[in-house]
């Protein structure tokens, strides 16, 4: 009899901490959950289509670690509005530049057009986006097929 009692308040005393071990973990993973919802700079996880497919160009999943603000907030926040305006321009010539190249063109194009926007977001001065890639527009063009209606989508993003 005292070996089954002995056996039964071991049991009791398992179980008593499975409980409070899945009581922290959900206690932790509530909080992990609040503090992602909490971001309100970006989607969750980079996605925001309905289709829940990832988004390649405002918030891409490799820019964007759960609980965390994005980065090109975190860098604004870490070095400042001007030293991020150059890193827009120079990331948005880079893409221009390499057109094609590696990403699907019309995904670099619209790459380029963010860079541009959150370029002049900050206040950049819109003459040194005059600054181009020698390939931009006719690396565009001809990567794309040249065919008329890829033409004037090409040309349809501004450079």
């Known amino acids: ?6 056996i039964a308040k071991v049991l009791i005393g398992l179980f008593i901490i499975a409980l409070v071990l899945a009581f922290i973990t959900a206690i932790f993973l509530l909080g992990a959950i609040v503090a992602t919802l909490g971001t309100a700079t970006q989607p969750l996880f980079g996605r925001d289509r309905e289709d829940d497919e990832p988004e390649m160009v405002n918030h891409p999943d490799h ?7 994005e980065c090109i907030v975190e860098m604004e926040e870490k070095f400042g509005a001007k030293y991020v305006q150059h890193f827009c321009l120079l990331s948005r010539y880079k893409y221009l ?6 990403d699907g063109t019309t995904q670099e194009l619209s790459k380029a057009d963010w860079y541009r926007d959150k370029f ?3 206040g950049g001065d819109s003459d040194l986006l005059n600054i181009l890639p020698d390939n931009a ?23």
Do not use: D, F, W
């Not at 527009?137 to 450079?159: D, F, L, Q, T, V």
């Open 1 to 6: 009899m005292v070996i089954l009692t002995s």
């Open 63 to 69: 820019y964007n670690r759960p609980g965390q603000k």
């Open 97 to 102: 530049y390499r057109c094609g190249l590696k």
């Open 120 to 122: 002049l977001s900050l």
């Open 137 to 159: 527009k006719a690396s565009a063009y001809r990567r794309m097929g040249g065919n008329a209606c890829i033409e004037k989508e090409a040309m349809s993003h501004e450079c």
